[in-house]
């Protein structure tokens, strides 16, 4: 049996196909020619890039399974390939924890104005060094901070963590009943439980300090006009799940009038594409869609889809 890895897999992951007697192909097939192609093969893994919606799905019948490299599976018409028999499988364990320390690199980055900073200190460092000083003096500290968390599975569990652990207070909002504790493990050596408290989304709103997003997008922004009117003045944010989850355009607007303090976005609307706006604006932290980028959640996210793909190529 012949596998797709149209946009790419570890090679941890990779060794375990082929051990188990799979053909694994890493190169990238593009979109349009996916539909003359994609029969060769009996299953495809994704990330993010590739999309594998119905006219393909209908176009290849050959596919028996589609792995998604990762959590979010908005790039994957899910129902109507299971409809079809094809088995579709994420890993949306293997991530967890890098995406929920990136959420804190913006966190970071945001309460000590390092986005600018890094910006401004090649140009102006060694002529206007006293007036970046005074400009950049009035930091906050995370510790004793109330972080909400919208959307409580792995990853915002991941994220409340870390909060946890640099001394924050969660609170958290999710669709179903969750914990009131979580367990935070110390080198392996040391537990301790700490309590997190469920709310509703417009008090978590109102008594977050900072706030950081872990939903899928769905018809309307979580927060939009009348989301931003709730929140906290100077309240930080953080949107490392998906593009629209917050209204770019009132963002802009809310950080121009200091209701948001900054903004840490790893995501965005028109991805490839952010806005100018956004990617040109001092108090926004950027990063590439990189959530899941490190080397052992790559690694974990490879060994997980092989053994899904073993699982079910070979029923």
Do not use: W
């Not at 991530?95 to 913006?106: C, D, I, Q, Y």
């Not at 007036?131 to 003096?137: D, E, R, T, W």
């Not at 958290?172 to 979580?182: A, C, H, M, Q, V």
């Not at 490190?294 to 793909?309: D, M, P, Y």
């Amino acid at each position: 049996m012949k596998i797709l890895a149209n946009d790419g897999i570890d090679p941890i992951g990779k060794k375990i196909l082929e051990d188990a007697g799979f053909v694994v192909d890493t190169i990238h097939i593009p979109q349009e020619e996916l539909p003359a192609r994609l029969n060769e093969y009996d299953a495809i893994t994704v990330r993010s890039a590739t999309k594998v919606r119905q006219p393909l799905i209908d176009a290849c019948p050959n596919i028996k399974v589609i792995g998604r490299g990762g959590v979010g599976m908005d790039n994957i018409d899910v129902d109507y390939a299971r409809s079809k028999g094809i088995a579709v499988v994420n890993t949306p364990a293997a991530s967890s924890h890098s995406v929920a320390e990136l959420v804190f690199a913006h966190l970071l980055t945001g309460v000590r104005f390092l986005q600018d900073a890094n910006r401004k200190m090649p140009v102006e460092g060694a002529t206007n060094f006293g007036a970046l000083k005074k400009a950049y003096a009035a930091g906050v500290e995370l510790k004793g901070k109330t972080l909400g968390v919208v959307g409580f599975g792995r990853i915002g569990r991941e994220t409340a963590k870390i909060a946890l652990g640099l001394g924050m207070s969660v609170v958290y909002y999710d669709l179903f009943e969750g914990p009131k504790t979580l367990t935070l493990d110390f080198t392996g050596a040391i537990t301790l439980d700490l309590p997190v408290l469920q709310v509703e989304l417009n008090e978590l709103f109102k008594v977050s300090d900072f706030i950081s997003l872990h939903v899928p997008f769905l018809d309307k922004p979580v927060i939009g006009k009348e989301e931003f009117e709730i929140l906290k003045d100077g309240v930080g944010l953080v949107n490392a799940s998906r593009g629209g989850v917050i209204d770019e355009l009132e963002l802009i607007k809310a950080l121009d009038s200091g209701k948001v303090a900054f903004a840490g976005l790893d995501v965005f609307e028109n991805e490839p594409t952010p806005r100018t706006e956004l990617l040109t604006h001092p108090k926004i932290s950027l990063t590439p869609h990189i959530g899941a980028a490190t080397n052992e959640a790559q690694e974990r996210i490879g060994e997980e889809l092989a053994s899904l793909l073993i699982l079910n190529l070979k029923k």
